[in-house]
């Protein structure tokens, strides 16, 4: 009897085990909120960091998107954003990056 119930701990260990693992993994590739899979690719970390169509992501500040991107004329290339402050995820702003100018 002692030796059925080590085996059968030792089954439920194992499962448990693999289960764990399983998590572990697919918990790396879970999708992010923008729909693109989270992964060791930085989009920022880039040659160049801003694509030309951007859209405003959680946090962001026209002041921390113009510095991250390069460009200092965001407003002025944007007639749609009529108050600099009111800049919320999922705006979807022009970016020029000076060194394209």
């Not at 992010?32 to 930085?42: H, I, R």
């Not at 998107?65 to 919320?88: A, G, L, R, T, W």
Request: hydrophobic share 35%; glycine share 4%; aromatic share 8%.
């Amino acid at each position: 009897m002692m030796k059925y119930s080590t085996a059968i701990a030792e089954t439920i260990s194992w499962y448990a085990s693999l289960l764990l693992a399983l998590m572990l993994v697919l918990s790396c590739c879970e999708p992010s909120e923008g729909g693109e899979f989270q992964g060791n690719a930085d989009p920022v970390s880039s040659e160049r960091p801003c694509d030309e169509i951007y859209i405003v992501r959680e946090g962001e500040t026209l002041h921390s998107i113009s510095e991250k991107c390069d460009d200092p004329y965001i407003v002025e290339e944007n007639p749609h954003i009529h108050d600099p402050d009111d800049v919320f995820p999922g705006l979807v702003i022009k970016i020029t990056p000076s060194k394209f100018r």
